[in-house]
């Protein structure tokens, strides 16, 4: 489990993140007003007893790094498999780093979640990787092409936070090369969390709807051959007068 504090308009609140049925006592004693709960385990949902604020089921991609890396390949699609092949057989240059020492993956990553989000990643999560993650990047002919955030959480997971390549229509790279080295950036992140003995790598939320406006970021991810995982995000406070409180702003 990883515990950060956050503090929004003046209030502490904590984030817990990846919390299992042996966290639920660790959990509960935290005396921050909030708490933030973050992809917890059916089986913490089932044992943690204090009052929850609100409760949300979510799906995330989830690959088993402790399958062979030659299964882990087998396991993609085809499509997917050619082009990770692809992006190998592409001089490039892979690199795992903290976010603070690659001010270039950072700007992308910023740039890409304006265009999508209409705002950079906050401080605050640039911090939380920089204490609890990393940054992976491939640059091709010195270029950067790609960059992912991850958090890891010793030797359970690795989840896969931000990514970015760099704009298709500039022209500054052809596009199926772009395509390729995404898909490579994502293998080496596997394969890199799996040399660290790190058991679960988690590709992050599906939309888990077909019909979904975004439904090809699920395509993308699946093709890599994750299975669904359920798990769960919840908001709870030890106190009365917290709770009360988010009730009244949620039902004025």
């Known amino acids: 489990m990883i515990h950060t504090v956050k503090t929004k308009s003046g209030l502490p609140y904590s984030v817990v993140w990846f919390p299992d049925a042996a966290d639920v006592d660790t959990v509960a004693r935290l005396r921050t007003p909030l708490t933030v709960i973050r992809q917890a385990s059916a089986a913490f ?42 992006g190998l057989n592409t001089a490039h240059v892979f690199e795992v780093l903290k976010p603070s020492e690659s001010p270039q993956a950072r700007t992308l990553i910023d740039d890409f979640n304006r265009r999508l989000y209409g705002r950079p990643v906050s401080a605050a999560n640039w911090q939380l990787t920089e204490q609890h993650g990393v940054l992976t990047q491939i640059r091709v002919d010195g270029q950067l092409i790609a960059a992912n955030t991850h958090l890891f959480d010793g030797t359970l997971r690795a989840r896969a936070l931000y990514g970015a ?16 080295i995404n898909r490579l950036l994502t293998w080496y992140d596997m394969t890199y969390f799996r040399s660290l003995g790190v058991r679960t790598y988690d590709a992050g939320g599906l939309f888990d709807d077909p019909d979904h406006p975004s439904a090809g970021v699920d395509r993308f991810k699946l093709a890599f051959g994750y299975t669904r995982r359920y798990e769960y995000h919840a908001l709870t406070s030890p106190y009365l007068l917290a709770r009360r409180g988010l009730n009244l702003l949620r039902n004025p």
């Open 165 to 180: 390549t760099i704009p298709r229509e500039q022209g500054r790279a052809a596009p199926r090369m772009i395509a390729d």
């Open 45 to 86: 949902m089932h044992r943690y007893e204090q009052p929850l604020l609100r409760r949300l089921r979510f799906c995330t991609a989830i690959a088993d790094l402790t399958q062979s890396e030659d299964r882990l390949m087998a396991n993609m699609s085809k499509t997917c498999r050619a082009s990770v092949r692809h």
